[in-house]
């Protein structure tokens, strides 16, 4: 039962990490990669598909994008969710594809980048904390129950702590590479 509970807690870490790098990917660093446009929805035949089902992405320099869509029709479709969304882009539409510059990132936009990812950061420390918890409170349950010794029962609660330190720090890591990134011009 108690390997159970580690076994959820250590899954629902996993899941918060994984959370947190895909968040980190939308903070733009000014260098141009594909996934900073996952976010971006496009009306393809009445239903909101994913940019990178509808049209091809590539990145011809490390400050744009380059959208050729599948079908030539969807191209205005594109254009407009591209602008609905909060990308903050300007797309060119030139009739065969659409071409998007990012803008040069100032030292002020930087600094609120960092903010953005530090905030992003510490809401996986809280998730991560939250999961601990939630595992220690179903120990503790299990204790009040007599389902398991005091003993282990704090063999365990130390346990969770460890998995628990080992995540946070995966977190802080993940993190300043982030602000390293943001802040490299």
Known sequence: ??????????????????????????????????????????????????????????????????????????????????VKSDLGLAPINDGKVIRLKLPEVTEERRK?????AKKTVEDSRISIRMKRKDANDEIKELLKNKEISEDDSKRFTEEIQKLTDDYIKKVD??????????MTV
């Open 173 to 182: 890591d993940i993190g300043t590479a982030k602000e390293k990134d943001i």
């Open 1 to 82: 039962m108690i390997e159970i509970i580690k076994e959820t807690a250590e899954e629902e870490m996993k899941h918060a990490i994984e959370s947190l790098k895909g968040e980190l990917q939308k903070i733009r660093t000014g260098k141009a990669h594909a996934s900073m446009l996952d976010s971006v929805k496009v009306n393809y035949y009445g239903s909101l598909s994913p940019l990178n089902q509808v049209a091809s992405i590539s990145t011809p320099d490390a400050r744009s994008f380059m959208l050729a869509p599948w079908e030539a029709s969807v191209l205005k479709d594109i254009e407009a969710a591209i």
């Open 112 to 116: 609120d980048l960092v903010k953005q």
